[in-house]
């Protein structure tokens, strides 16, 4: 168990619906990661939140949108949902943003879009 | 561009014998490299790291090393062990990790009885 907590682990819907994957991160941990797996793609960084700000962008669609609350928690929106949207999502954790801190993983939600 | 690279996909061993994964980098940058091991929907699992700095690191059956200027790292495993068959991935940052981590495609290492 890496602390880090992920709901749902699956989840069906459709197209043009939109979802929101929450993530909890270790405890004290500062910084939350959003990752995406696809069928045929590696782990896909799409955004990174440290205390609440955004630090930095990977390859996140504009139909998506992530935020990191006061208690630290994450949440991330899928709006406009279409098939391809259908990957397993990472959510991952850090205390901060210094080399050495080894970045933990979540068991990831299962987004199914039909 | 892929920066992380895993060229063989899959790696077949016996058990008992050593595993040897391979992995290139391109991005000069990075100072930290990790390996993660990844069962089928399931979150990747921290194996070990190394810092830019060092060229060798262990941790009981799991050994990384790191030759910075071919730019290439390895991750041995011995002994093999059956549990040991996963996907493992290859993973890099640099500057703090801002960014996120740049993950290879993976290797699916088969540990044969």
């Known amino acids: 168990d890496s602390g880090v907590t992920q709901t749902p682990k699956h989840l069906i819907t459709a197209t043009g619906q939109r979802v929101t994957l929450r993530c909890s991160p270790r405890?004290?941990?500062?910084?939350v990661y959003w990752y995406q797996q696809s069928l045929d793609q590696g782990l896909q960084f799409l955004i990174h939140?440290?205390?609440?700000?955004?630090?930095a962008k990977g390859n996140i669609l504009e139909r998506f949108s992530a935020q990191q609350f006061p208690d630290l928690h994450s949440e991330l929106n899928l709006s406009s949902l279409e098939l391809g949207d259908s990957a397993l999502y990472f959510c991952?954790?850090?205390?901060?943003?210094?080399?050495?801190?080894?970045?933990?993983f979540g068991e990831g939600s299962w987004l199914t879009v039909v | 561009d892929q920066q992380v690279k895993q060229n063989s996909p899959s790696l077949s061993v016996q058990e008992g014998r050593i595993s040897i994964l391979n992995c290139d980098y391109t991005?000069?940058?990075?100072?930290?490299f990790l390996w993660y091991k990844k069962y089928p929907a399931e979150g990747p699992t921290f194996l070990i790291s190394?810092?830019?700095?060092?060229d060798k690191n262990e941790d009981g059956r799991f050994t990384v090393f790191l030759n910075k200027s071919a730019k290439h790292l390895s991750l041995h495993i011995v002994p093999s062990q059956p549990g040991d068959s996963a996907v493992y991935f290859c993973?890099?940052?640099?500057?703090?990790?801002?960014?996120?981590?740049?993950f290879g495609k993976g290797t699916h290492l088969i540990i044969q009885p």
């Open positions: 991952a954790s850090r205390p901060g943003t210094y080399s050495g801190n080894t970045i933990y």
């Open positions: 190394i810092s830019s700095i060092k």
């Open positions: 405890s004290g941990d500062l910084s």
């Open positions: 991005n000069s940058m990075f100072d930290y």
């Open positions: 939140y440290y205390n609440g700000e955004e630090r």
């Open positions: 993973a890099a940052y640099s500057g703090g990790g801002a960014d996120g981590l740049t």
